[in-house]
């Protein structure tokens, strides 16, 4: 089955991003939302309670809010940063980043997007399963924990040059 090809506006830094490289290419404006969502969730319920009392402490519920409010935080804080590796928004910062690492593995003869101990066959269907899975997160929340080599890029991109030889 050939991957789809998708135009957008930046460049396509990966099409499955594993979660660690989209967690550490989070920028502090992904963390700001995370943080957030963490402190509107439990104030939206106070407030409502306020408006609307129910005459109950609010303690547990309050708690359970910021529990809440932190994973959807987090949820969303992971999509944003997820946009920028598929080149949905501004992802120079990403792009140069990405670029130096995977750069870096090749030159040290590493596995671009690491090893898996997983059969050819559960590395295709991890993929299958998770690419674009981060539009559905509020529906499954599924990301990729699998190393594979789908990617949607042309690995060529990160082999080291030949530096030209003076004679």
């Known amino acids: 089955m050939p991957n789809k090809v998708v135009e957008t506006p930046y460049p396509l830094i ?4 594993h979660a660690s490289r989209v967690i550490r290419y989070m920028r502090p404006s992904d963390y700001a939302v995370w943080a ?3 402190g509107a969730f439990p104030a939206a319920l106070y407030l ?7 005459k109950l402490r609010l303690r547990t519920q309050l708690r359970l809010g910021g529990v ?14 997820s946009f920028r590796f598929w080149g949905w ?14 750069t870096d593995r090749a030159r040290r003869g590493l596995p671009l997007y690491g090893e898996s101990d997983q059969p050819e066959w559960v590395q295709a269907a991890a993929y299958r399963n998770s690419v674009f899975s ?13 190393n594979h ?4 890029t042309d690995p060529e ?7 030209p030889t003076s004679s």
Do not use: C
Not at 134 to 146: A, D, E
Not at 157 to 163: A, F, H, L, M, V
């Open 14 to 17: 990966d099409a499955d991003p």
């Open 68 to 81: 809440f409010g932190f994973i959807g935080g987090f949820l969303l804080a992971y999509q944003r940063s």
């Open 89 to 102: 928004s501004e992802n120079k910062r990403e792009e140069e980043r990405d670029l130096a690492e995977l």
């Open 134 to 146: 981060q539009l559905k997160l509020h529906i499954f929340p599924m990301i990729n924990l699998v």
């Open 149 to 152: 080599p789908y990617h949607g």
């Open 36 to 38: 957030g969502a963490t």
């Open 48 to 54: 409502w309670d306020k408006w609307d009392p129910s």
């Open 157 to 163: 991109k990160y082999k080291p040059k030949d530096e």
